[in-house]
């Protein structure tokens, strides 16, 4: 079956900083790929998506390219703010819009 | 943007009793929407797809008899956590597929979430 895998958290970095969070799928057929942002006690939020080979989804400076050949959509920013602390999950859908998978979620913290 | 609204964001409630949460799309129609369960630091689960004017389909290791999905109209769905316990305690959110209207991007659509505490 489908599957999200992306790496542990938490990820504890200084305002400025480059995020790398690493995300890596199987899937039948095409997927389409997301990621999505979930703020302390709220729901989640896409960020950003892909919905084919070589795309790339951006938002808010973030960046996630699919790789089809790798089986990842890695997410990346080359600056981050403390306003960017939160858990960021991986997602991708491949049996129609609705029914989602999800990766495991990774926390960021980002300090002053 | 489309909304995706759930009621209430928090509640408190006695074992042994019963907890509605409603979720609804504010400015689109929703044939289908979907229930998850997150656990502290976890992942989301998905629970179970809501169709309109039909039954819910629960996913495996979900019991059917206890959390009671209804899906009346095209906007609505309700999640109800009958005889609730202490290990019914999570987060729970729904989302919605906008299939129509100005949101009619195949994009889903989640809810702020439900926080259930069962004392």
């Known amino acids: 079956g489908d599957s999200v895998t992306q790496m542990e958290g938490p990820v504890t970095l200084s305002e400025e900083a480059f995020l790398t969070i690493n995300c890596t799928y199987t899937?039948?057929?095409?997927?389409?790929l997301f990621w999505y942002v979930q703020y302390p006690g709220e729901g989640l939020q896409l960020l950003l998506k892909a919905t084919k080979a070589d795309d790339k989804g951006s938002n808010k400076g973030f960046e996630a390219t699919y790789r089809k050949e790798t089986t990842s959509f890695h997410l990346e920013k080359g600056s981050v703010q403390v306003s960017d602390s939160a858990v960021y999950f991986c997602a991708l859908t491949s049996l129609g819009w609705g029914k989602f998978q999800f990766g495991a979620g990774t926390q960021v913290v980002v300090t002053p | 943007g489309a909304v995706v609204s759930q009621h209430p964001s928090r509640v408190i409630c006695k074992s042994g009793t019963s907890v509605k949460i409603e979720c609804r799309s504010l400015?689109?129609?929703?044939?289908?929407m979907f229930w998850y369960r997150q656990f502290p630091k976890q992942s989301l689960m998905l629970m179970a797809t809501s169709n309109e004017g039909s039954k819910a389909t629960y996913e495996q290791g979900v019991e059917k008899d206890k959390f009671l999905i209804n899906h009346a109209s095209l906007t609505l769905s309700t999640l109800t956590v009958t005889s609730a316990h202490p290990e019914d305690s999570s987060f729970y959110i729904c989302?919605?597929?906008?299939?129509?209207?100005?949101?009619?991007?195949?994009?889903?659509?989640f809810g702020e979430g439900s926080r259930l505490t069962v004392l």
């Open positions: 989302s919605a597929h906008a299939t129509s209207g100005r949101a009619g991007t195949g994009e889903l659509f």
């Open positions: 899937a039948t057929g095409y997927p389409s």
């Open positions: 400015d689109f129609q929703a044939t289908t």
